[in-house]
């Protein structure tokens, strides 16, 4: 049998860290990223990472995978996650994973549907298209796949109109068959939920974003740029670090800025909480105090 997991999902802003951190520290156990920003070198600030202090204190995983020129897919992630696990079970310890990115946790416990492969000539033709032209042909064609995949998310957008030109069905179509409330999970897990009310979540984003600024964030963004990392690499257009980049290339003022990185994060937590909100599974609670980690805990320790 597979080993069983707690999964910590949510928005950010909502205490996801926090409560890893503790519960990881009750039961033993070690804490895997799924946040497809915190796999990059040199971003860390404008990406929560935990400290080095809590690292020590807690083992953490997939933390600094990749440089911010590579890619990470939603496959390599799954890879590396499950080595990860296995590791981590072996050394008797109990994995907790812990991250907001919902397509991650997604191909992490239902795997990811069996697409056509990558087409060149397919990819070459979107390739020429801009990303307006890119937004406009998907919500033509897959809707629903558009209010799913961000604006500037160019190699998802190539990726869905690439699938519905070699199948001729949408993606969307594709992940519906694909559906999170019939397939077998691949491993046995409890999903835990933190939602808090939305002022109060609203209120925790906007004091995040001060505290990161205030630890330097548009510093890091700078050191960034200085090692020739910027827009449009799809790393340097995470929420935090886009806004950056366009106030160091004069597009925005810094009071704007710190409005646009405050804004886009609670858009962001919206779309979140949408995601998640789907899946019946998640056991939601408005704060990590009100989770019980005895519980979580017999339930790692099995029958």
């Known amino acids: 049998m597979p080993p069983r997991l707690v999964v910590i999902v949510g928005p950010t802003g909502a205490g996801k860290t926090r409560l890893s951190l503790e519960l990881a520290a009750h039961v033993g ?32 995983h997939l933390l600094d995978v990749v440089r911010p020129d590579e890619d990470m897919t939603a496959q390599r992630f799954v890879a590396l996650a499950d080595r990860a696990i296995e590791e981590v079970t072996a050394r008797g310890k109990h994995a907790i994973i812990c991250g907001g990115t ?25 390739g020429k298209l801009d990303v307006a032209e890119l937004r406009s042909e998907l919500e033509r064609i897959d809707a629903k796949s558009a209010e ?47 939602a808090p009310e939305r ?10 974003v001060d505290e990161m600024l205030a630890a330097g964030l548009e510093q890091e963004v700078l050191a960034l740029r ?12 995470a929420i935090g670090y886009a806004e950056i980049h366009a106030l160091a290339e004069g597009q925005v003022d810094r009071v704007r800025t710190i409005e646009l990185i405050k804004r886009n994060s609670r858009h962001y937590a919206r779309r979140q909480l949408s995601w998640y909100r789907s ?8 704060a990590p105090s009100a989770v019980d980690l005895t519980e979580l805990e017999r339930y790692l320790a099995g029958p």
């Open 148 to 194: 799913k995949i961000e604006r500037n998310d160019v190699k998802r957008m190539i990726r869905a109109l690439e699938v519905y030109r070699l199948t001729g069905e949408p993606m969307s179509a594709h992940q519906a068959r694909h559906d999170h409330k019939t397939l077998p999970r691949r491993y046995p897990v409890r999903l835990v939920g933190l």
């Open 102 to 126: 919902g397509l991650y946790v997604r191909a992490l416990l239902l795997g990811l549907f069996d697409g056509p492969p990558a087409d060149p000539e397919v990819r070459a033709e979107l």
């Open 226 to 237: 200085e090692q020739g990392f910027a827009p449009p690499l799809r790393s340097q257009q």
């Open 29 to 60: 156990g070690e804490v895997i990223s799924c946040d497809s920003q915190q796999v990059y070198v040199g971003m860390d600030i404008g990406t929560g990472k935990v400290s080095r202090t809590e690292r020590e204190r807690v083992p953490h």
């Open 279 to 286: 899946d019946p599974t998640i056991t939601w609670y408005p």
């Open 199 to 208: 002022e109060a979540l609203y209120q925790a984003i906007d004091q995040r």
